[in-house]
């Protein structure tokens, strides 16, 4: 069983940084691959970054690449997205969520979810 929590979201001034965390309860974080997603209001919700639990591959939104980091240490069941040089664009819910897959972007290819963590962004 896989049981996501999610910590680390805030408000912050463009130009900022954040770190999300996700810490997995369950016995089986290292077989699963880990993604955070992000949904704003009134969208739909979408992949932001993905790191694959065979090869630690790393994935990610194009309008990310470059400011954003996928990390995970296995050893404390804990995935990371660091967030650099935030937009006001970039505010959003962020999910973290598990798929037995390697790679899948798709939302209907996880298993598990977190709670959401809410991450502002103020132009």
């Known amino acids: 069983q896989v049981q996501l929590v999610e910590s680390g979201g805030g408000l912050v001034q463009a130009g900022g940084s954040l770190r999300l965390s996700c810490a997995d309860s369950g016995r089986t974080f290292g077989t699963y691959s880990m993604g955070w997603f992000r949904q704003a209001p009134g969208k739909e919700r979408e992949f932001v970054a993905l790191?694959?639990?065979?090869?630690?591959?790393?994935y990610y939104l194009d309008s990310v690449k470059g400011r954003f980091t996928i990390s995970r240490d296995n050893a404390k069941n804990t995935v990371y997205l660091q967030m650099d040089s935030l937009k006001p664009e970039d505010t959003a819910v962020y999910y973290c969520?598990?798929?037995?897959?390697?790679?899948?972007?798709?939302?209907?290819?996880?298993?598990?979810w977190g709670q959401g963590t809410q991450v502002t962004v103020s132009s």
């Open positions: 969520a598990a798929t037995p897959e390697s790679y899948d972007r798709r939302p209907s290819a996880y298993n598990y």
């Open positions: 790191i694959s639990w065979g090869s630690g591959n790393r």
